[in-house]
């Protein structure tokens, strides 16, 4: 059984920091890529970040500089660092994880940013 479970959403004040976390189990983790989406209220879901199987990185132009995913192939993780959160980060965030036609993901942890 495939599961993503992301943790370290919370409130935050803007320009404060986050780091997201998602474990993985039931699947290959290096072979897949993995990626961090999120969906506001009323917006359709984005890819915030994504990292391949070889490491290699792609950002939406918005969290460029502020954010980074990183993964440990070995303890099937994925994290994602958020620096300089603005509200407009607020949403909840997804850890997907995609081979071929092979598509799962979490169920999602809340990200706030507000004073």
């Known amino acids: 059984q495939v599961q993503l479970v992301e943790s370290g959403g919370g409130l935050v004040q803007p320009g404060g920091s986050l780091r997201l976390s998602c474990a993985a189990s039931g699947i290959s983790f290096s072979m897949y890529a993995m990626g961090w989406y999120r969906q506001a209220p009323g917006k359709q879901r984005e890819l915030v970040a994504a990292?391949?199987?070889?490491?290699?990185?792609n950002y939406i132009e918005s969290v460029k500089g502020r954010f980074t995913i990183s993964r440990d192939n070995a303890k099937k993780m994925v994290y994602l660092q958020m620096n300089s959160l603005k509200p407009d980060d607020t949403a909840v965030y997804y850890c997907?994880?995609?081979?071929?036609?092979?598509?799962?993901w979490g169920q999602g942890t809340q990200v706030t940013v507000s004073s």
């Open positions: 997907n994880a995609a081979k071929g036609t092979s598509n799962f």
């Open positions: 990292i391949g199987n070889y490491g290699d990185t």
